[in-house]
């Protein structure tokens, strides 16, 4: 069955970095398009980062152009979310999703906190 993993989350200071992993298994990893999304407390899960199956195409929300980056790596079948400069609004659970027969993968989640 599909299965995500989420890693690397923590507590950080405002314009610190963190590198968020997404380990995929149960389906043909580089056949399908993954995405970060985000959960701050009391807010909707919103879309962050986008990269298409090849790795060729990636799309960010506007909030974090130019300081995150997607990237993955077909043959480990994982996707990483590389986080910089970050800001104490980026403070959120951080969760990578797939979509394949109409149907959506979540993983669990990691926990990004920014704080001094």
């Known amino acids: 069955q599909v299965h995500l993993v989420e890693s690397g989350g923590g507590v950080v200071q405002p314009g610190g970095s963190l590198r968020l992993s997404c380990a995929a298994s149960?389906?043909?990893?580089?056949?399908?398009?993954m995405s970060w999304y985000r959960q701050a407390p009391g807010k909707e899960r919103r879309l962050v980062a986008f990269?298409?199956?090849?790795?060729?195409?990636?799309n960010y929300v506007d909030s974090v152009k130019g300081r995150f980056t997607i990237s993955r790596d077909n043959a480990k079948n994982m996707v990483y979310l590389q986080m910089n400069s970050l800001k104490p609004e980026d403070t959120a659970v951080y969760y990578c999703?797939?979509?394949?027969?109409?149907?959506?993968?979540w993983g669990q989640g990691t926990q990004v906190t920014v704080s001094s």
């Open positions: 149960g389906f043909t990893f580089s056949s399908y398009a």
């Open positions: 999703k797939t979509v394949f027969f109409a149907t959506e993968y």
């Open positions: 990269i298409s199956s090849s790795g060729g195409i990636t």
